[in-house]
């Protein structure tokens, strides 16, 4: 089978045409501006020695060179061969709790964007893994699906906002119950045979909880989903700005009695919702360390095969293409204008060409 992979570079085959038309203009330019002058009789005297058959091979040689390198850039490809690709891993569900408290920034430079820089991180530790994006407030919304994709598991990190949920609050029974029904639909189906290692990466300052979440944690745990928090935020807590749609801060939020807000982190809770759930509790830190070891225990849970896809790569074939550019320009710089045994007239005597 041949192909090409990219297509896209026979655009530009179009500078052929262009350079011939250019160096035509080009040609009959120099004929008139030296008949004009030199004058209709001196003219061709004085380009005798250049030959036009030795122009026009050198004309093709350079037009052929720029044809077979826009044919090399095109890859062309000969030939195919099919590797089996198996991915292994876990299934985790990254739930980003966007409530106005996370926009507090005595974390810089914020709660939330903190989150989603380390969570990025922890992304790209976590090559073949199936992960999934979730937010969280008041309710809980899916905004990505199990996949693999870590470019695409970025972009949905990136997105996040406190807008990305319709209702305010912390609602973390809602988040975990969301995140159980989101394994159930997106990831590997489980039975007898599979089993299948799933966890859900809780990030949060902590701030609100349910009192159900404890008890939906521990039932996440017995169906074998693990429960990771990390808290974000400082226990001296920050005040939360409020910004006009433009970006630009307007001042401070504040409580029914006109009082500023301070928000601090709730670890303690955090804490007892990862021991609940099975699994652990960090708190975010300068330096990111704990996003390393959040990584290495995940890592280290039982993994489980995910379906295995059949990749087809093709070989190779714009060396031969690039080659034979190389060498019409070769021949182009190498062929001379000049045309064989001319002899130069340099007053009385004839002399070879130097």
């Not at 349910?210 to 996440?220: F, K, N, P, S, Y």
């Amino acid at each position: 089978m041949f192909r090409f992979e990219n297509p896209a570079a026979f655009m530009w085959l179009w500078l052929i045409p262009l350079y011939g038309a250019m160096v035509l203009i080009a040609l009959r330019w120099e004929r008139k501006r030296l008949a004009k002058g030199l004058g209709p009789r001196l003219a061709p005297f004085l380009t005798r020695s250049i030959s036009t058959s030795k122009r026009r091979w050198k004309i093709f040689f350079q037009m052929t060179a720029v044809f077979f390198a826009v044919l090399a850039m095109a890859r062309p490809q000969m030939g195919e061969s099919k590797q089996e690709i198996r991915s292994e891993g876990i299934e985790i569900i990254l739930a980003v709790d966007v409530s106005e408290s996370m926009m507090a920034e005595d974390v810089k430079p914020s709660r939330l964007e903190q989150a989603k820089i380390e969570l990025g991180r922890l992304v790209d530790l976590m090559p073949g893994n199936k992960i999934g994006v979730m937010a969280f407030a008041g309710s809980a919304a899916l905004l990505s699906p199990l996949t693999n994709d870590p470019a695409a598991i970025k972009m949905y990190l990136e997105s996040l906002s406190t807008d990305s949920v319709s209702s305010q609050g912390t609602c973390f029974e809602c988040v975990l119950s969301a995140a159980a029904d989101a394994f159930e639909r997106g990831g590997v189906s489980a039975d007898d045979t599979v089993k299948v290692t799933r966890a859900v990466v809780i990030a949060s300052d902590g701030e609100d909880h349910e009192q159900g979440a404890l008890d939906t944690a521990r039932t996440l745990k017995d169906k074998g989903i693990r429960v990771f928090t990390v808290a974000y935020g400082t226990e001296k807590g920050g005040t939360i700005p409020v910004r006009d749609g433009m970006g630009y801060m307007r001042g401070y939020k504040k409580d029914n009695a006109g009082q500023v807000v301070i928000s601090q982190v709730r670890g303690d809770f955090l804490r007892q919702l990862a021991a609940a759930g099975g699994g652990s509790f960090s708190f975010s830190s300068f330096g990111g360390q704990h996003v390393r070891r959040l990584a290495d225990e995940l890592g280290a849970l039982e993994k489980s095969q995910f379906e295995t896809t059949v990749a087809t790569q093709y070989d190779e074939r714009f060396q031969w293409f690039l080659l034979v550019a190389l060498l019409f320009a070769s021949a182009d710089l190498a062929l001379g204008e000049r045309r064989a045994g001319f002899r130069l007239w340099k007053g009385r005597f004839e002399v070879p060409p130097g």
